[in-house]
């Protein structure tokens, strides 16, 4: 059975920085993609970033390019979100996902991901 373990999280002022870390266990996810998504209160989860299953490649939204970078350790099964100049907006459930499948390209949908955490909180105060 696969598990996702998301940590890091916790409360920040603006301006701070947070390292949020993803732990799998249950299955090898050296050959997929990985993603980080997010959630506020009333909100859909939305795309955050993605890593190609070398690392080689990386894609971010928008909203956070610059700013936050994500990475990966396949040796751990385990993948990261450094999150830099953080903003009161980027207050968030974060979650971690792997893709469904081996060896795709980076997508930023969320069907395209079938294993996901349970979530770690991200509050940045102003």
């Known amino acids: 059975q696969v598990h996702m373990v998301e940590s890091g999280g916790g409360l920040v002022q603006a301006g701070g920085s947070l390292r949020l870390s993803c732990a799998a266990s249950g299955r090898t996810f050296s050959n997929y993609a990985m993603g980080w998504f997010r959630q506020a209160p009333g909100q859909e989860r939305e795309f955050v970033a993605t890593i190609s299953w070398s690392g080689g490649s990386t894609w971010y939204a928008n909203s956070v390019k610059g700013r936050f970078a994500i990475s990966r350790d396949s040796a751990k099964n385990t993948v990261y979100l450094q999150m830099d100049s953080l903003r009161p907006e980027d207050t968030a459930v974060y979650y971690c996902?792997?893709?469904?499948?081996?060896?795709?390209?980076?997508?930023?949908?969320?069907?395209?991901?079938?294993?996901w955490g349970q979530g770690t909180q991200v509050t940045v105060s102003s």
């Open positions: 996902a792997a893709d469904a499948s081996p060896g795709r390209w980076l997508r930023s949908s969320l069907p395209s991901y079938e294993y």
